[in-house]
């Protein structure tokens, strides 16, 4: 077993090919481009929610990172490293895009998920950053997808969001959004349920699919 770090440079416009056996269990492997200009982008394929955020959370400002899913992810997992139970007792959201991080995140027909029981607001995934989301697959069958277990209940009053904008730029180019919670419907109860919450910032949807409680938005 050979462990190593040397650097390849990949020419923007022509052919890099990397021969050998590539070993990636319990670990990740990263490809950066550079060009003249200096613009960087690095490229990474994840399988678990741990490795996810520590991606995007060790993205320089300034630079790109493209994220593609090597396997589905359940952002409940995060609580097993800790991520979660290290904020409030009632976390505000799941998986952070920082302000200043710029993240490319392609599905690649995997999955992005969590059921949890709301009992305040919550988003699963909250943007401040520029967050652009594609599915490379061929089927475009790649999710996003949050489920609210706790909507129904008369007792408190909460809205819960699959993926919540504050700030951010996001764009969407194609996958599956959805939101699978129920509604709730007493008066005394103000429940908001989304898949997208355009909050502050800019959204832009070019393509796929949105859904909120199995109802697929129309999108013009």
């Known amino acids: 077993m050979n462990n190593f770090s040397t650097e390849i440079f990949v020419e923007r416009n022509k052919i890099t090919t990397i021969k050998g056996d590539v070993l990636t269990e319990g670990g990740n492997v990263s490809v950066k481009i550079e060009n003249a200009l200096g613009e960087k982008v690095t490229i990474n394929m994840v399988d678990t929610a741990d490795d996810l955020q520590e991606i995007i959370n060790n993205t320089e400002d300034g630079e790109s990172a493209n994220i593609t899913l090597g396997g589905d992810i359940d952002l409940n997992d995060l609580l097993g490293a800790g991520i979660l139970s290290t904020r409030a007792a009632e976390p505000t959201y799941g998986l952070l895009i920082p302000a ?96 997208i919450w355009q909050y502050s910032g800019s959204t832009t949807i070019n393509g796929g699919t949105v859904l909120n409680r199995g109802l697929e938005l129309e999108l013009s």
Request: hydrophobic fraction near 30%.
């Open 100 to 195: 200043g991080k710029s993240i490319v995140l392609d599905l690649k027909g995997f999955t992005i998920s969590q059921s949890k029981e709301c009992k305040a607001s919550y988003s699963m995934i909250q943007n401040n950053g520029n967050l652009t989301i594609i599915d490379s697959s061929e089927a475009k069958s790649g999710k996003i997808s949050f489920k609210d277990t706790s909507a129904g209940d008369p007792t408190f009053g909460w809205g819960s969001y699959t993926i919540s904008n504050y700030g951010g730029t996001l764009v969407v180019e194609n996958g599956i959004i959805e939101h699978l919670g129920e509604q709730n419907t007493a008066t005394e109860v103000k429940h908001m349920i989304c898949a």
